[in-house]
């Protein structure tokens, strides 16, 4: 069963799933230029909201070896998809002008596709100086993803293109995630299986 967290804003209703702390453990197994990678790891993904209409994301990953070695974090936003419109704050400080849009389940409405879902983006931003743009569709307790646009800085490693795939089977979310890095095609890299934290 979902539960929708009171004053949640309308536009993250079909997000509401989501929201919480979630850990649990996964899998990398990933076929590099160099030879497969393959280990167990240990995760901690936050989802939450401060009355805005976007999810705030953490999440922070370490091997499960004798010193728990920190392996990766990241950080990021998921918002519906949709036109910004005046009623929204930004660009960067700017306050939003008049009423914030889609203020209740109807107006949400208006905002589903054509395949019965949502659509939404994802921006996230990891410490070894890569960003990622993915866009995608929430479609009941599932998302799907796919990034749009990769930005890396001069000193990245090669990464070049990713697809997230996130569910809630059996009160427990569990992600799926493939990548283009280090001079290969798209393929499996890892997944997860979180429960909800107390």
């Not at 509401?16 to 497969?36: F, Q, R």
């Not at 208006?110 to 994802?122: H, K, S």
């Amino acid at each position: 069963m979902i539960e929708i967290p009171t004053g949640l804003p309308a536009e993250l209703v079909p997000l509401s799933w989501l929201i919480g702390v979630w850990e649990g453990t996964g899998v990398i197994d990933y076929a590099g230029a160099d030879g497969p990678v393959s280990a167990e790891f240990g995760q901690r993904v936050s989802f939450s909201h401060d009355g805005m209409p976007y999810l705030n994301y953490t999440s922070n990953s370490w091997l499960l070896d004798e010193e728990h070695t920190a392996l990766t974090a990241e950080t990021g936003y998921w918002r519906l998809h949709r036109p910004q419109s005046a009623g929204d704050p930004g660009p960067a400080m700017l306050p939003s002008i008049g009423d914030r849009p889609f203020q209740n389940a109807d107006e949400v409405e208006t905002l589903r596709n054509g395949a019965g879902g949502f659509d939404i983006e994802v921006a996230l931003v990891h410490p070894g100086g890569v960003s990622e743009l993915y866009l995608g569709q929430v479609r009941g307790p599932r998302i799907d993803l796919a990034t749009d646009a990769v930005l890396r800085t001069a000193g990245a490693k090669e990464y070049a293109a990713a697809t997230r795939l996130y569910g809630l089977v059996d009160s427990h979310l569990l992600w799926a995630w493939d990548i283009a890095a280090l001079g290969q095609n798209l393929r499996t890299h890892a997944s997860g299986r979180l429960s909800k934290a107390d």
